[in-house]
């Protein structure tokens, strides 16, 4: 393997196989009460791409067609928070521009559980340009998929047909172009999943509640989305320069009613003396 096994790689095959014993009733109580996953490292926040950096990606992409699948499923990804294999098995039927949102059905999520993510203006943009795709390679119907499969990168799917796309299966990836595409850019090692990463962080600087983020992207544990907290502060701090400009002249009021210095200079009364006696 390129990568090394992890505690995860691990807790990762052992769940696959513990739901093929638990469909075929052999996960037994006996089982389950001896069974305990590994302990995992959390892993640190991924990358953030900044404005700048997004367009620069854009405006790379653009200009050379092996890399626009990326380009806009990178848009899609910007735009909603999506984990790239959510966008990679998305059918037509789970796209509603209309209503402004799509659909990641539970089989498709990496925690099981559906949601309904909203469309960014961006996402949306990258969606359209991924459907007039989608059927100009010939995917009309609801279980088709937005991202057909190229038959002639599958030596076993291309010996049975003579058609050059599978409409029925999903893309394998677009991890190859999406790293010559970052290398053209000069961000190399930027992942696709750190876009991910990004769209929780341009929501905490928007102030956007972290019970909606969990929502919108799918987190399941409040400790994952916590990791964005910093960055709320910072956003109610920015927050805060832009309403104490808002209240530079109430400030101004305050300073000219300030006490003057015979009135400082006078010792504070204590309670039980002088006028404070009036107040017991």
């Known amino acids: 393997m390129k990568q090394p096994v992890t505690a995860r790689t691990v807790n990762y095959e052992l769940d696959l196989l513990r739901g093929l014993m638990k469909y075929t009733g052999c996960w037994t109580p006996e089982l389950m009460a001896g069974y305990e996953a590994l302990p995992e490292v959390k892993s640190q926040a991924g990358k953030f791409a900044s404005e700048q950096q997004l367009s620069q990606i854009i405006t790379t992409a653009s200009s050379n067609r092996a890399w626009q699948v990326a380009m806009y499923c990178a848009a899609v990804a910007i735009g909603t928070g999506c984990r790239g294999g959510e966008i990679r098995t998305l059918q037509l039927r789970d796209i509603n521009l209309a209503e402004g949102h799509i659909e990641i059905r539970p089989e498709k999520a990496k925690n099981r559980t559906g949601r309904y993510p909203r469309l960014m203006a961006v996402a949306e943009w990258g969606l359209r340009n991924l459907l007039e795709r989608a059927h ?5 119907e609801p279980e088709h998929y937005l991202l057909p499969l190229s038959v002639r990168k599958s030596r076993i799917i291309a010996k049975t047909t003579a058609q050059k796309w599978d409409v029925t299966r999903p893309m394998a990836t677009w991890v190859k172009s999406w790293r010559k595409l970052m290398e053209e850019c000069g961000m190399a090692g930027f992942r696709f ?25 799918g987190h399941m544990d409040r400790e994952t989305s916590l990791e964005y907290v910093h960055i709320q502060t910072d956003a109610l701090k920015h927050a805060q320069r832009l309403i104490e400009g808002q209240q530079a002249n109430l400030m101004k009021a305050v300073r000219q009613s300030a006490p003057t210095d015979e009135t400082e200079s006078k010792p504070p009364q204590t309670c039980g003396s002088g006028n404070w006696a009036g107040l017991s």
């Open 193 to 217: 999943h750190d876009l991910r990463h990004t769209f929780r962080t341009f929501g905490a600087h928007a102030g956007v509640p972290l019970e909606v983020m969990m929502e919108q992207v």
């Open 136 to 140: 100009s390679l010939g995917a009309t």
